[in-house]
């Protein structure tokens, strides 16, 4: 069984640590005033050590950092090409999942049951739909939002030069 008051340990505004730091202030008060200086001196020690092995152990990791950098650039590894491969994982990852199967299964069954109710409904919009395609002003907005595409197409290849 886990031990709840050192869990809480290192929440300071927990109640557990508010009694163990009464505690060891209750200690640290009954020393004496030279074991009192010996504490302090030894807990000034230990705090340069360990500052000095937190600028050492962050040194490494920038060191670390720069080589994984070098080696990603060697290999053609741009920050593009891993977010794309990140969200081609998570979507995929989402796919595989049980929710996501069973939540399509229930939408495509429920369109199957809509498709048949509103069948005829949607094939008087469908003609319509067509009617409207075939207008000279639908083909304007086609032109329009083929133009923008091909814009948008051009710039982003830009854009993923420059970044790679």
Same mark, same amino acid.
């Given at each position: 069984?886990?031990?709840?008051?050192?869990?809480?340990?290192?929440?300071?505004?927990?109640?557990?640590?508010?009694?163990?730091?009464?505690?060891?202030?209750?200690?640290?008060?009954?020393?004496?005033?030279?074991?009192?200086?010996?504490?302090?001196?030894?807990? +000034?020690?230990?705090?340069? #050590?360990? @500052?000095?092995?937190?600028? =050492?152990?962050?040194?490494?990791? *920038? $060191?670390?950092?720069?080589?994984?950098?070098?080696?990603?650039?060697?290999?053609?590894?741009?920050?593009?090409?891993?977010?794309?491969?990140?969200?081609?994982?998570?979507?995929?990852?989402?796919?595989? +999942?049980?929710?996501?199967? #069973?939540? @399509?299964?229930?939408?495509? =069954?429920?369109?199957?049951?809509? *498709? $048949?109710?509103?069948?005829?409904?949607?094939?008087?919009?469908?003609?319509?739909?067509?009617?409207?395609?075939?207008?000279?002003?639908?083909?304007?907005?086609?032109?329009?939002?083929?133009?923008?595409?091909?814009?948008?197409?051009?710039?982003?290849?830009?854009?993923?030069?420059?970044?790679?």
């Amino acid at each position: 069984m886990e031990d709840h008051n050192s869990a809480n340990l290192s929440d300071p505004a927990s109640p557990a640590a508010s009694v163990a730091s009464a505690e060891i202030a209750a200690e640290f008060a009954a020393l004496s005033t030279e074991e009192k200086e010996q504490r302090r001196a030894e807990w +000034s020690q230990e705090l340069a #050590r360990v @500052e000095e092995e937190i600028i =050492t152990l962050r040194t490494v990791l *920038a $060191s670390k950092t720069r080589h994984a950098s070098d080696l990603k650039r060697k290999l053609g590894i741009t920050v593009w090409k891993e977010l794309t491969e990140d969200v081609n994982q998570g979507v995929k990852n989402i796919k595989e +999942s049980t929710v996501y199967q #069973r939540t @399509e299964s229930v939408l495509k =069954t429920t369109g199957e049951k809509t *498709a $048949s109710v509103f069948g005829s409904f949607t094939s008087g919009i469908s003609s319509r739909l067509s009617q409207m395609k075939n207008s000279e002003s639908m083909r304007s907005i086609e032109a329009s939002v083929g133009s923008a595409y091909e814009n948008v197409k051009a710039f982003s290849s830009v854009v993923r030069w420059r970044i790679a």
